[in-house]
T-cell receptor, first 113, second 113 residues
Framework: TQLLEQSPQFLSIQEGENLTVYCNSS?????LQWYRQEPGEGPVLLVT?????EVKKLKRLTFQFGDARKDSSLHITAAQPGDTGLYLC?????????????FGKGTLLTVNP | NAGVTQTPKFQVLKTGQSMTLQCAQD?????MSWYRQDPGMGLRLIHY???????DQGEVPNGYNVSRSTTEDFPLRLLSAAPSQTSVYFC????????????FGPGTRLTVL
């Protein structure tokens, strides 16, 4: 089983602060997805990164895929209360079957006004 | 498009009862999957299907059955519910495989007494 470790597990910050969430593994993934989940709803895809070293920006969110494709980070600049939610990373299994995603346990972010 | 729909939204069962969680998608996606989400455990794959008539086990398949008679529907059956199956269940679909965007349903919150 390929494990994805997310840190921190919980994060509570004030509006306007910056933060970084990490997703690490000892295994190589062919691609990595980041999702955000709000209470009572299913996860919604934010971004997919596929190339080692790739950086993608989505407004105030910056996603990076490690050079070795074993880790990823999500950086939020000037966090807002609307960013509150559970952030999940998910790695696509490389080699063999392409039909499984491995999810991290998530980072629960609370942005206080 | 309605996307991915799940019914029921909430369900309470007694130990030993059986039930079927319904999942349907109207996006003509080939790949569908079932996950359970437990506190501190993240999303864990139960079963998945890569097309009509084809299913396979995920990480935690015991106690669950699935079938895929049509592209649109992917029901999850609990044959004899146990308290350990208390969880939130999510169905997801994607166009081709796990490198594609996963579209999640709103979830079913199941409690087994």
């Amino acid at each position: 089983t390929q494990l994805l470790e997310q840190s921190p597990q919980f994060l509570s910050i004030q509006e306007g602060e910056n933060l970084t969430v990490y997703c690490n593994s000892s295994s190589v993934f062919s691609s990595l997805q980041w999702y955000r989940q709000e209470p009572g709803e299913g996860p919604v895809l934010l971004v997919t990164v596929v190339t080692g070293g790739e950086v993608k920006k989505l407004k105030r969110l910056t996603f990076q895929f490690g050079d070795a494709r074993k880790d990823s980070s999500l950086h939020i600049t000037a966090a807002q209360p609307g960013d509150t939610g559970l952030y999940l990373c998910a790695g696509a299994q490389s080699g063999g079957s392409n039909y499984k995603l491995t999810f991290g346990k998530g980072t629960l972010l609370t942005v206080n006004p | 498009n309605a996307g991915v729909t799940q019914t029921p939204k909430f369900q309470v069962l007694k130990t030993g009862q059986s039930m079927t969680l319904q999942c349907a998608q109207d996006m003509n996606h080939e790949y569908m999957s079932w996950y359970r989400q437990d506190p501190g455990m993240g999303l864990r794959l139960i079963h998945y299907s890569v097309g009509a008539g084809i299913t396979d086990q995920g990480e935690v398949p015991n106690g669950y059955n699935v079938s895929r008679s049509t592209t649109e529907d992917f029901p999850l059956r609990l044959l004899s519910a146990a308290p350990s199956q208390t969880s939130v269940y999510f169905c997801a679909s994607s166009l081709a495989d796990n490198t594609d965007t996963q579209y999640f349903g709103p979830g079913t919150r199941l409690t087994v007494l």
